[in-house]
């Protein structure tokens, strides 16, 4: 990930929020009654999470739970490092515009160190609890002991002003206005890039409101929402733990708070974490009657597994084997730790290791650009650039039409993405069935009766700002005869 002047990986964390000196604030003296800078461990892990996801493309949801354990957080220090990492990274394109309002030179000119640290205060001061003065002390103390004494200088002075007016006042300021650039005003507000928030434009048929409304979901905490893998836990066992029931699935619930390691279900690998979204796109596959033969399934980009993971269960129960194949070994990996009787290959899904109309039963998980999960994954937002999007569709439309390929006649193929982007959701899958005649298209919707509000025409997609869940996409063919 680069730093300039452009903005600079499944979620977020509860608001760490202090009203006073405290180790979190920032707050304290050396010996001898002299003020100096304080090292608050929550600030230096959340900054040193940001300079590693600008360093080396470092994933925030993997890599902050190891540094929360090396530095020994837990409790209130973990949520406030939690929060302010996050948070900063998730307000980023918007922390970066009003930065270059304060400061005599533009958020691409400062060194990215410093950068960091102003956008870890710039998220204290318009999006926390936290007061003016222990948001500013604190980030002034980090920048020095970080940093250098110059560079704390140069904060104290941009923090400040930034303190002077909030959130609400500053958006007149920084942002387009939103009759003259409606989409830069949302990219500014809401703190994404402006690419995105025309491709979500267009998913949502042009409604300005309503992407405005799932750019702000964007930015909320994602819940929790646990997978009871059926034959090996229940509902009611998570429920027991702590656990909520949930609006959708039949297999998930919400946990409200605390580590989902803890319930004995996911402890035992008898239960996941798992989006509901994902969870319902596999089981409609599930749900298509097929004439004949129903014995054989396939999950084609299986890693990480969680798919795969309840395809097993049911294919299990039901007395179906599934084949579960994903590119990279360590994926594979995974998808073996979380299904119990599939069989796991490593393979490439555009040059299958498998036999042509093997299958009655396709899922295709297709790498995408993840625009759909840009909760659960902060900086991913600006990570991708539009380049990135002709990449991912070349190799999503030869993964569908091998799936298809693989497919019996009178088969069904699900095709999956965790993003709405017209360019890898509908048009992968009409050039596909264009070019190859190969397969019908399927209403979806009749196959997801749980929930409303999944679109037009014959696919289905879900929305955080609707549903809850991640931006999944989900589309069903049925094989032609050949």
Partial sequence: MTRGSRAGRGAGAPSGRQSGPSRGSGQGRQSGGRRGPVRDEARNAAFDLLRAVDER????????????????LSGRDAALA??????????????????????DRPPDEIDPPLLDALRLGAHQLLRT??????????????????????????????LRKIASRDHDQWMPIVAPDAEEDPLGHLAVVH????????????ALGGDLRETAELL?????????????????SSVGELVDAGAVSSRFSPYAAYLPEGDPGSIQAVADGRAAVQDEASQLVALALTRVPVNGSDRAWLDMCAGPGGKAGLLDALAVQEGRNLLAA?????????VWRATRRAAVITADGTAPAWRTGAFDRVLVDAPCTGLGALRRRPESRWRRDPASVPEFTALQRRLLTSALDSARPGGVVA?????????????????????TGAAEVLPARRYLDEAGGLGDGP???????????????????????D
């Fill in 326 to 334: 994903d590119l990279r070994f360590h994926r594979s990996r995974l």
């Fill in 216 to 232: 702000a979901a964007d930015n909320e905490r994602p819940g929790v929402t646990l997978v009871a893998w059926p034959g090996r």
């Fill in 415 to 435: 095709y999956v993405t965790c993003s709405p982007h017209l360019a890898e959701t509908a048009a992968v899958v009409d050039d596909v069935v264009r070019r």
């Fill in 82 to 103: 939690t929060e302010l990492a996050y948070g900063s990274l998730r307000g980023l394109g918007t922390y970066d515009a009003i930065i270059g309002a304060c400061s």
């Fill in 129 to 158: 609890r936290i007061p003016p003065h222990a948001a500013v002390s604190a980030t002034v103390d980090l920048v020095r002991l970080r940093v250098g004494a110059g560079a704390s200088r140069f904060a104290n002075a941009v």
């Fill in 57 to 72: 493309d470092a994933y925030a949801n993997l890599l902050l739970p190891t540094l929360l354990r090396e530095r020994g």
């Fill in 191 to 202: 703190s994404h890039p402006r690419w995105i928030v025309s491709a979500f434009r267009d």
């Fill in 459 to 481: 696919h289905a997609q879900f929305w955080p700002h609707r549903h809850g869940t991640d931006a999944m996409f989900l589309s069903l063919l049925r094989k032609l005869p």
